[in-house]
C-alpha cells in the first residue's frame, strides 16, 4: 500500500512563491497518475494539477495554468508543485493524491490514495 506525506506549505504574501512536496512511499509500482487537489473553507475539493509517473504528461487548472509547475523525481518517488504570484484565492488546504488508472485524471472520486494535506495561506 502506498502513503503519501505533503509538505511545503506554510503563509506566503500576495505575489509570493512556495513548492509543495508530495513524498511517495510503500508499494506505488501500480500508481500511474499523482494530483494535487486543494480545497479552501466553505467550498469544494478542485483539481489543482496531475502528472503521469511514467511519460510525464501533466495538467493545470485554469485557475493556476502559467503559474503553476508540476514536477517530478521519480528516483526520489516525489513530485512537486512549484507555484508563482500566489494571491488570497489560492488559500486552501492542498492535498497529493493517487490513482492507478489514466482515465478521469481530474475528478477526485477516482483516486485511491491520499495524503494528510498541507496548508498554503496567502495574507499581509
Known amino acids: 500500500q502506498v502513503q503519501l506525506s505533503e509538505s511545503g506549505g506554510g503563509l506566503v504574501q500576495p505575489g509570493g512563491s512556495l513548492t509543495l512536496t508530495c513524498a511517495a512511499s510503500?508499494?506505488?509500482?501500480?500508481?500511474?497518475?499523482m494530483g494535487w487537489f486543494r480545497q479552501a473553507p466553505g467550498k469544494e475539493r478542485e483539481i489543482v494539477s496531475t502528472?503521469?509517473?511514467?511519460?510525464?504528461?501533466?495538467y493545470y487548472a485554469a485557475s493556476v495554468k502559467g503559474r503553476a509547475t508540476i514536477s517530478k523525481d521519480n528516483a526520489k518517488n516525489t513530485i512537486y508543485l512549484q507555484m508563482n504570484n500566489l494571491g488570497p484565492e489560492d488559500t486552501a488546504l492542498y492535498y497529493c493524491?493517487?490513482?492507478?488508472?489514466?482515465?478521469?485524471?481530474?475528478?477526485?472520486?477516482?483516486?485511491?490514495?491520499w495524503g494528510q494535506g498541507t496548508q498554503v495561506t496567502v495574507s499581509s
Open positions: 493524491a493517487s490513482k492507478t488508472t489514466w482515465s478521469d485524471y481530474t475528478l477526485d472520486y477516482t483516486y485511491d490514495t
Open positions: 510503500g508499494r506505488n509500482a501500480d500508481r500511474i497518475v
Open positions: 502528472i503521469n509517473w511514467s511519460g510525464g504528461s501533466r
